[in-house]
């Protein structure tokens, strides 16, 4: 690593200015000065790859100055330098965060080869982030569609906090995208680049529930062959989602009130508190607030989790999202399924956009997978949408006038309808309208449609 800026710190002046000539040649740009506080202010204004300081200084020693520049800049490297090298000391150190340990008197040529490996590491940890940096502007965020007004304040909410520690609590129906909001508010947090573990609270009994978020010792029950991990425990520095959160065993609210309150948890079966450092996103289905009155979710826990709350509004409260989600749906599956389906008719979006959509996001993503598994050109028409959101169109064409029809006309168009479906074929449009063959031909007849209609 070229160019690195180096910062020295030694009350030395000899071995400071020897220090400063030999890295300056190496084309490193060196700042040495001979006092721990001087560096502190230094290091206020001002960024360095590698410190290198001695460790008794007056004011300010390099134990301190290790801490306050890990604390500032994790990624900077730190190397002590010292005559006074102890087993103890250098333990210390290295379990602070520093490099490595050189003890005094050494050799420039020791030096050289320490800071060199040093800035390689660093060198690395930039390139790493970098990747990271890129990946994530490649991918993006969770993609959070949506105009609607009520998204879009979600959105600026999600903005807003995400950045800091606050518990956050979710409240939608069932397929409102809840989950992709909680990784929108991991992936824009400070935890980032930290793992994002969920779990469905209601998927579980009680016991497997514990097992799952806790962890167990070798030998905590029968089979318990040996330790595991729980996912408070593996999300260490990262988010965990906990879905369902309204259908979590009172017994087991009371031991995650304990992990949030203490930072820390016991595994089945273990006596030793491991300390845990999590971001906890909860989301529920439930109206929590009468789940309290009620008795069947503790109060504590819900004030816990409610530091923030977003309501999810379901999709037959945002129709305006329906094209956007729908054509974003259709370029996911026919792009995995290899297709090429460029757009959706008018005809199938008018009933995509009349649908009520009991199932919300998740529906309306089913059924556009569907429409692109059963597409054969380049368009989806109602005829790929299923049979009980196709039988909408008809009623959506008259509800698209002011005057409500007449029985006769109703039936006429409802026919005409099922015969345009089928491609004019009048023994699938008998069995489908539920009479004979014969009292089809005589109703078309009767409107004069038998000669349009093809056998």
């Known amino acids: 690593m070229k160019n690195a800026k180096i910062l020295i710190v030694d009350d030395e002046d000899i071995a400071r200015e020897n220090l400063g000539h030999v890295l300056s040649k190496e084309g490193h740009k060196v700042v040495a000065v001979d006092r721990g506080i001087k560096a502190l202010n ?46 103890a000391t250098a333990i210390e150190a290295m379990q602070k965060g520093a490099y490595n340990y050189i003890p005094k008197p050494y050799k420039m040529d020791q030096v050289r080869l320490v800071v060199k490996r040093a800035l390689e590491k660093k060198r690395l940890k930039d390139e790493l982030r970098a990747l990271k940096r890129d990946y994530k502007a490649r991918v993006g965020s ?37 989950e992709l909001i909680a990784r929108a508010i991991h992936h824009q947090s400070n935890r980032a680049e930290a793992r994002f573990l969920a779990v469905n609270c209601g998927g579980f009994t009680e ?61 089945v079966g273990g006596t030793q508190s491991i300390p845990v450092d999590i971001r906890v996103v909860a989301a529920t289905n439930k109206d929590l607030g009468k789940e309290v009155e009620a008795g069947d979710f503790r109060k504590d826990l819900f004030y816990r989790l409610n530091v923030v ?27 995995s399924l290899e297709k090429t389906i ?10 995509l956009m009349n649908y009520e959509y009991p199932g ?33 169109c008809f009623t959506i064409y008259h509800h698209s006038s002011n005057r409500l029809p007449t029985l006769e006309e109703n039936e006429h168009e409802y026919v005409r309808w099922v015969l345009k479906r089928v491609d004019g074929n009048k023994t699938r449009a008998a069995e489908i309208l539920g009479i004979d063959r014969v009292s089809l031909w005589r109703k078309l007849k009767r409107w004069g449609l038998a000669e349009n209609a093809d056998s």
């Open 42 to 87: 230094i290091l206020e204004d001002s960024e360095f790859d590698l410190v290198l300081t001695d460790l008794k200084m007056k004011q300010v020693d390099g134990m301190e100055l290790l801490t306050r520049t890990k604390e500032q800049y994790p990624e900077t490297e730190v190397i002590i330098i010292t005559a006074y090298a102890t087993v």
């Open 142 to 178: 969770p993609l959070i569609i949506g105009k609607n007004h009520k998204m879009q304040e979600i959105n600026e909410m999600v903005a807003q906090f995400a950045p800091t520690d606050v518990s956050v609590l979710i409240f939608g129906e069932t397929g409102t995208g809840k």
């Open 207 to 267: 016991e497997l529930l514990a097992n799952e978020l806790f962890g167990h010792e070798k030998g905590a029950y029968s089979g318990a062959t040996s330790t595991k991990i729980g996912l408070l425990e593996a999300a260490g520095g990262g988010t965990v989602f906990l879905d369902e959160i309204g259908d979590m065993p009172l017994s087991m609210q009371v031991k995650l009130l304990r992990v949030l309150e203490g930072r820390s948890l016991l595994r």
């Open 309 to 335: 709350s977003l309501h999810l509004p379901p999709l037959a409260e945002r129709r305006d999202d329906i094209p956007l989600l729908a054509h974003h749906f259709r370029r996911r599956y026919a792009k």
């Open 342 to 351: 460029e757009d959706i008719s008018d005809e199938a979006m008018d009933i």
């Open 360 to 392: 919300n996001i998740r529906e309306l993503e089913n059924i556009i997978e569907r429409a692109v598994a059963l597409c054969n050109s380049g368009k989806i028409l109602p005829k790929h949408l299923p049979q009980e959101l196709e039988r909408l």
